[in-house]
Structures are given as C-alpha cells and as structure tokens.
C-alpha cells in the first residue's frame, strides 16, 4: 500500500464523480475505510452533490450564444491604441528642447562685445547691496564649453531622428 497517499478533497470530489482510475479508486476506499474522518468529508461531499442534483436549471435568454462569442470576438480583436496622442508628445517637447538650446547658444557661445554706455543713475537711488558675481565670460568663452553645447546640440538632433523613426517604423509595420 501506498504509505505516501494523500487524500485531499479533490480526490475525494473526483471519486464521488467518478473520475479516478481504478488504481486511484482502491487507494481512496482503502483510505476511507482506515481513517473515519475521510469517510464523514466523502460523506459530506456526496450530500452536497445531492442538493446540487435538486436546483432547478437555468435556460438562459435567447441570444445569450450569440452575445457570449460576439464579446468573446470583441476581445480577440486588435485594440487600438487609444493615447496616439501621446506618441506624439515627444516630438513636441524634443523639437521644443533643440529649439531652445538654439535660442540660447548663441548667447552663449557670443564673445563679450562692448555694451553702450549705460546710463548712470544718481547714487542716493541706488540701494547699497552687494551682490556676488561671477565671471561666466571665462567660462562660457571656452573652446570646452561650446564643443560641448554643440555636441549636445547633435545628440539631442540624433535622439529626436531615432525616435521618429522608430515610431515611423512602428506605424508602417502593421
């Protein structure tokens, strides 16, 4: 005998339908007759079956066929995606960004050219703050800095081409 055997509900609702070999039956009624509070679960399982036998069934509306595999076609179909706007929220804010950075470049990368004359404002108007400066022209005036907002610039321009594409790709692909 099978000292490993399990006798798990489902068993014993396979058995009380009839759905196990005839190996698996012997295990079951050899365990149902060593162990009492199997039986009384089988017990309990074969009454249930009972009582399901006694309701009344159902005769579903007319039609209900035909809106069950019309639904079922429904969602076998292809959805739409319903945010292709929002495939096209990236081009907007690429181009918006490259416009940007070529707005500023060029104040950037322009040499300090010498202002006109500002006009001098009497010194009892003028509040005696100091005020921290920094001397951005050495920076922005270097060979390093523009090589690198004009690499960022072609990157940009290459991200943006790339995800166009892919996104082309993509539409024309279907």
Do not use: C
């Not at 292809?78 to 081009?91: E, F, G």
Request: aromatic share 10%; proline share 7%; no cysteine.
């Amino acid at each position: 005998m099978n000292h490993h055997f399990i006798l798990t509900d489902e068993i014993l609702w396979d058995y009380a339908d009839g759905f196990l070999s005839p190996e698996e039956k012997k295990q079951v009624e050899a365990r149902l007759k060593e162990h009492p509070d199997s039986q009384a679960r089988l017990d309990h399982i074969l009454m249930e079956k009972r009582s399901f036998a006694t309701f009344p069934l159902e005769k579903p509306e007319s039609g209900f066929t035909q809106q069950v595999m019309h639904a079922w076609t429904m969602e076998q179909k292809p959805v739409k995606n319903a945010s292709k706007v929002k495939h096209k929220d990236w081009i907007f804010w690429g181009a918006a960004g490259i416009l940007l950075m070529l707005l500023f470049t060029p104040f950037l990368l322009a040499p300090d050219a010498p202002a006109t004359e500002p006009v001098r404002i009497p010194e009892k108007f003028v509040p005696q703050i100091t005020v921290p400066s920094y001397d951005w022209t050495g920076l922005l005036n270097s060979n390093l800095t523009q090589f690198l907002l004009l690499i960022t610039l072609a990157l940009l321009g290459l991200k943006l081409l790339d995800k166009y594409l892919q996104v082309r790709y993509l539409h024309t692909a279907r």
